[in-house]
């Protein structure tokens, strides 16, 4: 029989990396809801996070605090330049996804490279930002996965709230309904894509800087959550903010559980495999609305 | 589908001989590509064009599914692995001749591309690509954890070479080219036959298509297994020729990323146009060793570059050079408006 205070720690792991990938598909999402493309530099933008942090922390000893927050600012800057000059161009040719698409393949490509040939392959450690255990119900669990969850749901949090209850909110979901009809209104639909990419690149970011002391940080860092955010995105409904989220915990748990039953070197195929039984059954995902 | 198959089979056969009549430049160029041996006898030359014939293989037959049919597959360098390994796995683990357990590799290739077709008859583009990269995926770690069978990570070698005589490559250069050629053909004469200009009409509108009376489904499956097996005899080619099988070297997105960046510079929707992309790239990516490290750097750069500022590739300046020789301009203004 297996301890059940190690039940309770692997599920607890499995929530950690829940979140990650919920922070990754929830950006993913958002953008294919409203920019109707996939981003396959997403991983780069994790990668991005995990890299500032590397500097700021380790390199010039800056708060950890400060440093997630920088993070996020440089995501979002990063985001806003490469929507405005490399995606925007493409704007309205006959098949916009495909190509935009295409494009996100350089630049990941051009972006993970660029991290292997200037700051090198080697792994690198980040120090825990909260060292120490907190014990629940008498299983201790170390403070930096905890801080992983609770700033991950507030994250998430923060956005539900803006995307539903502000008025920049509703210009983003009209948009992703009809950009047309969106103009009509008053809502510049461009500015509305280059803030939604750029918010999303921060919520990847934001993910890759809060997980990087555990995962550490080094230039393909960003392929496997990316791949997985991916598979959430599509098993909860691409588009669906909440259903990305809801995906993501329960791939976390799933992979938890197929770990156990098939052993570790297993784990990445449990998603893949999700992903194209949910498209053979259900193309809509969990929570998605269908085409 | 039995039937329109294998009259389209037939008509593509009229259609190449027709081809040979009407542009007889062309077909004479790609013959004369068999003498180049008398005239190079650089063994290291020699490997590099086996090596761009290889990838030329792998292409076109790219080009085949994603510039005509308007399929984004993600799929192809995985069709490549399965049918290297397939085929170096039976040759090695059961004694068979290589050139049957390259045909067997291709087919076993052919059947997994028409499985995975299967799911994407009812998505559109971004899924497309979603679940044949997954199905990658899926693939590399498959072959890199069986280490029983494949030896995974470590490398599959000592698989036996194509031919017992070593160390010729004219020989191999010949076999390659011949490969190259058969391919070449086939899909050329595919193309110009009543399935080819269905893919294209599939290609350009998928709705348009099926309510003119074209059976999208079957022609797509068609078209996806039909590159599997070019891709997969690329794969048993390259692994009787080069005789070392890695899960990350074969049937990795990065060799998928060199097939897309060949394909996007030589200009999709051309067949030539990838095949020259492949050679280019294959003695671009050789001669500048300097570029070694920026090699996908320079990959990503130009993916970009080509797809927001370029996006027909270098096929114009090569239809153009072609026209002026002679060569491709029936081709050319038949195919396209």
Redo the contacts between chains.
């Keep these: 029989m297996v301890p059940w205070d190690y039940i309770v720690r692997q599920l607890f792991y499995g929530l950690v990396s829940g979140c990650m990938y919920a922070l990754m598909a929830a950006g993913l999402s958002l953008i294919f809801g409203v920019m109707k493309m996939l981003n396959f530099a997403h991983g780069e933008f994790y990668m991005i996070g995990g890299y500032v942090i590397y500097f700021l922390v380790v390199k010039f000893g800056v708060d950890p605090m400060l440093s997630i927050f920088s993070a996020l600012i440089a995501a979002f800057l990063t985001g806003m330049l490469i929507e405005r000059v490399f995606l925007r161009p493409l704007f309205g040719r006959p098949a916009w996804d495909l190509s935009a698409l295409t494009v996100t393949i350089g630049l990941s490509i051009f972006l993970q490279n660029f991290a292997l040939v200037f700051w090198g392959e080697k792994y690198k450690r980040i120090p825990e930002y909260i060292a120490g255990t907190v014990s629940i119900y008498g299983i201790p669990i170390s403070l930096q996965r905890v801080l992983v969850v609770v700033g991950s749901l507030c994250l998430i949090a923060v956005l539900w709230g803006v995307l539903h209850r502000t008025m920049f909110g509703k210009a983003i979901r009209a948009v992703a309904q009809d950009p047309d009809a969106a103009s009509l209104m008053g809502i510049n639909p461009r500015k509305i894509f280059m803030l939604t990419y750029a918010i999303s690149c921060m919520l990847a970011a934001f993910a890759g800087a809060l997980l990087s002391p555990i995962f550490m940080v080094y230039p393909t860092m960003g392929a496997s959550p990316f791949l997985k955010g991916f598979c959430v995105a599509i098993f909860g409904g691409l588009g669906s903010f909440e259903g990305a989220v809801l995906g993501g915990m329960l791939l976390g748990l799933a992979e938890v559980a197929g770990i156990a039953l098939f052993g570790a070197e297993w784990r990445d195929v449990i998603a893949f495999t999700l992903l194209i039984l949910t498209l053979v059954f259900k193309p809509s995902g969990l929570l998605g609305r269908g085409e | 589908m039995g039937v329109v198959s294998s009259m389209s089979i037939y008509g593509g056969v009229s259609k190449l001989k027709s081809a040979v009549r009407e542009y007889p430049r062309a077909i004479l160029l790609l013959f004369a590509l068999y003498l180049i041996p008398l005239f190079i006898r650089s063994p290291y030359i020699l490997h590099l064009m086996v090596l761009g014939y290889i990838y030329a293989i792998l292409t076109t037959s790219w080009d085949l599914v994603c510039g005509y049919t ?1 399929i ?1 597959s993600f799929a192809h360098a995985a069709f490549c692995g399965i049918g290297a390994y397939t085929s170096s796995l039976l040759s090695m683990r059961m004694g068979i001749n290589p050139w049957l357990t390259i045909l067997v590799g291709s087919l076993t290739s052919t059947g997994i591309g028409f499985l995975i077709a299967l ?1 994407c008859l ?6 497309i ?3 044949t ?3 990658s ?2 693939a590399r ?2 072959c890199s ?1 069986l280490v029983d069978i494949t030896r995974g990570e470590l490398g599959l070698w000592g698989i036996p070479p194509l031919l017992q005589v070593s160390g010729r490559r004219e020989y191999y250069y010949l076999i390659a080219l011949s490969f190259f050629a058969a391919t070449l053909l086939s899909l050329y004469a595919l193309i110009r036959s009543k399935m080819g200009y269905a893919l294209s009409a599939i290609g350009q509108d998928e709705l348009k298509a099926r309510s003119i009376g074209i059976n999208v489904t079957e022609y797509k499956l068609l078209a996806f297994s039909i590159s599997a097996f070019f891709a997969g005899l690329a794969g048993g080619l390259y692994a009787h020729y080069v005789l070392l099988l890695v899960p990350s070297a074969i049937l990795s997105l990065g060799l998928m ?1 060199e097939i ?1 960046t060949m394909s ?1 510079i030589g200009g999709l929707k051309s067949l030539v146009g990838p095949a020259i992309g492949s050679f280019l790239l294959v003695f671009i990516s050789e001669y500048l060793r300097a570029i070694g ?2 090699r ?2 320079i ?6 570059v080509i ?3 370029a ?1 027909s590739g270098m096929v114009l300046a090569v239809r153009k050079v072609g026209d002026l020789i002679g060569l491709t301009k029936p081709i050319v203004w038949k195919g396209q408006k």
């Excluded at chain 2, 009812?122 to 899924?127: D, F, K, T």
């Excluded at chain 2, 990959?299 to 970009?304: A, D, K, V």
Aim: no cysteine; proline share 11%; charged share 10%.
């Design positions: 308007g984004f799911p009812r998505l559109r583009g971004p899924y690509v979603i679940v990269l997954a199905f995926e899926i770690i498959t954890n990323v897309m996007l490290p920026y996908f750097l990959y990503g750069l130009l993916i970009m797809v927001i500022w996006p």
